[in-house]
């Protein structure tokens, strides 16, 4: 086997969707030299041949067993509709000490649904790198994404320390900040600060699409700043936030409550003219914005 190379983090990675975020992470390890060779899986030819035409792989196969054979780095990047399927489709194939990781943006069910599939001696550490655009596929991925932003490892109790370090390190060399936490404090987490807003702009924009043809038309041409906002967050991958909805339901439901509730009381204060209460609510919610600017996260 060839020397390591002093950036190099891992001889073979394995790449098992090549979307938004599985393209960007081959972008950095390429970029970077953090593997040796990056194997590339996908579900459909087409995908495949779009990354080997933009060199984000090294081999590619339609068979995710095939690509994590040998892989020191198995990262999950597909639906996560499909991950129990997915890895029961690699398990046979990864070998001892293989660490498989993904970048779902729910952590609870890939404990439920991948840990039990995982073989003895291999070591799973979930996480989410907290990143991402309204777009799809290998052309839609850049190097850059990651850059600033958080990700958030989720491993279970008892995980090797080791392998939380080496999947932590990659996201590190991508100019990500690292948090670990318990998973189902990062679903309840991200239930309010990502999910519940992506459901709120599918619903605004929905209602948008249901209005007369007329005032529908009316919308789209005098768009503000605030819809145009909302129909870039609602353009987002419908199957993977299909997948958020369905498998953190509960934090969702729990927020989605809360939101109502909130929503209730705000549609009184219009309707009783009471603007004391309005602008106090407004003064307050703009301090949030002031401190995600602070945080370099806007």
């Not at 943006?105 to 995982?118: A, E, N």
């Not at 850059?144 to 996201?171: K, M, S």
């Not at 700043?225 to 934090?251: C, E, H, K, Q, Y």
């Amino acid at each position: 086997m060839p020397a390591q190379r002093k950036s190099q983090l891992f001889e073979r990675v394995a790449l098992i969707g090549m979307g938004l975020i599985g393209s960007s992470l081959a972008r950095v390890l390429r970029r970077d030299g953090l593997a040796g060779h990056i194997a590339a899986s996908a579900r459909t030819q087409a995908t495949l041949d779009k990354a080997a035409e933009l060199e984000l792989c090294d081999s590619a196969t339609l068979d995710a067993a095939e690509a994590a054979a040998g892989a020191d780095l198995v990262m999950l990047c597909t639906p996560m509709g499909v991950y129990a399927e997915t890895a029961s489709t690699i398990a046979s194939a990864l070998k001892p000490g293989a660490v498989v990781s993904d970048v779902g943006s729910v952590k609870r069910q890939v404990i439920r649904d991948v840990g039990p599939l995982i073989p003895e001696g291999v070591h799973l550490v979930p996480g989410h790198p907290v990143a991402g655009t309204e777009h799809s596929g290998p052309e839609a991925g850049f190097a850059e994404l990651f850059a600033g932003r958080w990700c958030i490892l989720t491993p279970p109790p008892g995980t090797d320390e080791g392998a939380v370090e080496r999947v932590a390190e990659l996201w590190r060399r991508a100019g990500m900040k690292i948090e670990v936490m318990d998973a189902d404090h990062h679903d309840q987490v991200l239930a309010i600060t990502s999910h519940l807003p992506h459901l709120i702009a599918y619903t605004i924009v929905g209602t948008a699409t249901d209005l007369e043809q007329h005032l529908k038309e009316e919308v789209i041409k005098f768009s503000a700043s605030g819809f145009r906002d909302f129909t870039r967050i609602a353009a987002s991958d419908p199957v993977m936030w299909r997948d958020i909805f369905l498998n953190n339901r509960d934090a969702v439901l729990e927020m989605l409550g809360r939101f109502n509730e909130d929503l209730t009381a705000l549609q009184r204060a219009i309707r009783w003219g009471e603007g004391d209460k309005l602008q106090e609510l407004f003064t307050r919610t703009r301090e949030i914005r002031t401190g995600v600017i602070e945080a370099d996260q806007a």
